[in-house]
């Protein structure tokens, strides 16, 4: 294979050599299968296709600067994805099929794990669909698990640089006892226009109020958020926010770094005391904010007036690549090492 040009990985899908599936039929689940196949049969007929029953996860590998290849925090994506089955009543994924699923998909296109240094990694997606046919709006009896990896460039190609973001009263990505708590598809269906109108704008992404008021922080994009205010970590708790991995992590490090962390409904106004923000998730850990723009107000919210990511922002993210890099100790036992 001629060497990839790793730094510049764009965050898109590049073919590797292998992928791996496993079926639900008959009220089981079958043997964890490698393929080259890039494409899945499916019966047109499939509640995935008509009714939406599927979810994904995300999650990514590291090459250590020891060399070994690192999962990040996989055990916490296994049980997340079955508590998004259980949220739309598919057969959730045993723990064991999970792991052995991802590891296979890592180990078999371990030539396309980038290497320490580049700033690229491994993404891994897990997804799992309603296979049965049937027009009937109930579940499926039959899913197919599967699990694709594509090597990803580094996030932040510029640098790590703060974005500003927008408030619209507009779109709601999720309803207030919806879908929004689960990794699925469709959540991001609902996001997609919202999205599109931030970016046109000049956004890189929005922050969403909750639902059902329009009072407090929700999720940013299709990302968590947080802010720093009088040296505590402080991020929305609601029923409609997908508990991200990154937060529950970056929380984890604010708390060794004897920062205080409260997770909680955080109103609108609460923005004029915040001293950073940053939107977090697996693609690009933390990504800092600048400014956040209430469009229906006009009111804006300067976070970072010199235009530089926050220290304590800056901090933790360092500190949690150090730990996927195996630059630091992984003193919580978050990575997975493939031997
Ligand atoms: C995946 C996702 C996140 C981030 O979760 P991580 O586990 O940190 O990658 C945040 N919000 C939404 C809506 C998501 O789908």
Redesign the pocket.
């Known amino acids: 294979m001629k060497e990839l040009d790793w730094a510049n990985l764009a965050f898109g899908y590049l073919p590797t050599d292998y992928n791996v599936r496993c079926y639900f039929r008959d009220g089981k689940w079958g043997p964890v299968e490698a393929t080259t196949s890039d494409t899945i049969n499916i019966h047109m007929a499939a509640t995935s296709l008509h009714y939406g029953q599927e979810i994904f996860e ?2 990514k590998a590291f090459r250590g600067k020891d060399g070994k290849i690192r999962i990040f925090r996989l055990d ?2 296994a049980h ?1 994805i079955q508590e998004s089955a259980k949220g739309i009543l598919m057969e959730p994924v045993p723990e064991e099929i999970f792991r052995e699923a991802v590891i296979k998909a890592v180990k078999m296109n371990e030539r396309f794990v980038p290497p320490y240094g580049s700033g690229a990694s491994l993404y891994i997606r897990p997804l799992e669909l309603g296979m049965s046919a049937q027009v009937g709006v109930k579940p499926s009896t039959e899913y197919l698990f599967m699990v694709l990896v594509t090597p990803v460039g580094p996030y932040f190609k510029e640098g790590f640089r703060p974005t500003n973001i927008c408030i619209m009263r507009d779109y709601d ?1 999720v309803a207030p006892k919806g879908t ?1 708590r689960w ?1 699925v598809g469709g ?2 269906a609902a996001s997609l226009m919202a999205g599109e109108h931030a970016h046109d704008l000049g956004y890189s992404a929005v922050l969403y109020l909750d639902p059902r008021e329009k009072k407090y922080l929700d ?1 940013c994009g ?3 958020f947080f802010a720093i205010k009088d040296g505590k970590y402080i991020t929305p708790a609601s029923e409609s ?2 508990p ?4 529950k992590s970056l929380q984890q490090i604010a708390r060794d770094m004897g920062i205080e962390v409260e997770s909680r409904h955080i109103p609108l106004e609460e923005l004029s005391e915040i001293q950073e923000a940053a939107a ?4 690009a850990v933390a990504s800092p904010v600048a400014e956040i723009h209430d469009l229906d107000t006009g009111k804006k919210y300067v976070v970072s007036p010199d235009g530089e990511p926050g220290p304590i922002t800056t901090e933790l993210y360092n500190r949690l690549r150090a730990i996927q890099l195996g630059e630091a100790d992984d003193i919580h036992g978050w990575n997975t090492i493939v031997e």
């Not at 977090?280 to 693609?283: D, L, Q």
């Open positions: 995300g999650l916490e994506n997340r990505r929004g990794k959540n991001y999720e299709p990302a968590n926010i997908l991200s991995i990154t937060n977090c998730g697996t693609a």
